[in-house]
């Protein structure tokens, strides 16, 4: 098994910026792409970033892109979500996810693994 914490979540203004944190315990090791999801309240969960553990692939969702930066520190099984120029439609649960592939996928229920997910509110 693996666990999964965020953490950095909260609330800020418009234009304003957040940098989440998700750390990765247990079977830690067999952990490979990692990713962050979304959910608004009424809305289903949707992709926002992910990075394989080796290889130069991440992906964006559209929405983020230019804005967002994932990272990881393999080193410390964390996997980082610095947020730039946050819009309040940016507001929701965010969540961290990992799976035993290095494939970098969209896809939620290609994730075995998830946190508990952390609020992040943008608003003036």
């Known amino acids: 098994q693996v666990q999964l914490v965020e953490s950095g979540g909260g609330l800020v203004q418009p234009g304003g910026s957040l940098r989440l944190s998700c750390t990765a315990s247990?079977?830690?090791?067999?952990?490979?792409?990692m990713a962050w999801f979304r959910q608004a309240p009424g809305k289903e969960r949707e992709f926002v970033a992910a990075?394989?553990?080796?290889?130069?692939?991440?992906k964006y969702a559209d929405s983020v892109k230019g804005r967002f930066t994932i990272s990881r520190d393999n080193a410390k099984n964390t996997l980082f979500l610095q947020m730039d120029i946050l819009k309040p439609e940016d507001t929701a649960v965010y969540y961290c996810?990992?799976?035993?592939?290095?494939?970098?996928?969209?896809?939620?229920?290609?994730?075995?693994?998830w946190g508990q997910g952390a609020q992040v509110t943008v608003s003036s």
């Open positions: 990075m394989g553990r080796f290889g130069p692939v991440i």
């Open positions: 247990g079977r830690a090791f067999s952990i490979l792409a």
């Open positions: 996810a990992t799976r035993q592939s290095n494939t970098v996928e969209v896809g939620p229920s290609l994730y075995e693994f």
